[in-house]
């Protein structure tokens, strides 16, 4: 009988992946059915968790597509002499913006409300570029 419930856990995630049934892993674990169901129910839940967090982690970068957002873009250019030399590395960092996405926005609104439109507009055009000296 396995007396450690976090390598039990592990065998019977591994048991309900190749397909058992509750009570071929109390044969094989030569354990009682109500830790096999505990257990069970403790992967369940750990699974609705992680899928929750995915979920809103989604819903999250849709919203972020949806309303557009600023970044910044760093490029690095290595600038040579004519031997072929490095004798200075240039940051060039660019303000960028994606602009919201109608369809995405569209959707969210017959989804979540009007609570969703964005809040702010971007003029356009404007592009801010910033030269860093790199190390």
Do not use: C, W
């Not at 094989?28 to 982690?57: F, G, H, Q, Y």
């Amino acid at each position: 009988m396995i007396k450690n419930k976090k390598h039990l856990k592990i065998l019977v995630k591994d048991y309900l992946d190749k397909g058992f049934s509750a009570s071929e892993m109390v044969k094989e674990l030569d354990t009682d059915k109500s830790t096999i169901d505990s257990i069970v129910k403790d992967i369940v839940d750990d699974a609705n968790i992680k899928n929750k967090v995915m979920v809103d982690e989604l819903k999250q970068a849709l919203i972020k597509r949806a309303k557009g957002y600023d970044y910044n873009e760093v490029r690095t250019e290595i600038k040579k002499d004519g031997a072929g030399i490095v004798f200075m590395k240039v940051g060039i960092q660019i303000k960028k913006h994606v602009p919201a996405d109608p369809i995405i926005l569209k959707e969210l609104i017959e989804e979540y409300g009007q609570d969703i439109i964005p809040d702010k507009k971007y003029n356009g055009g404007e592009i801010k570029v910033k030269v860093i000296e790199l190390d």
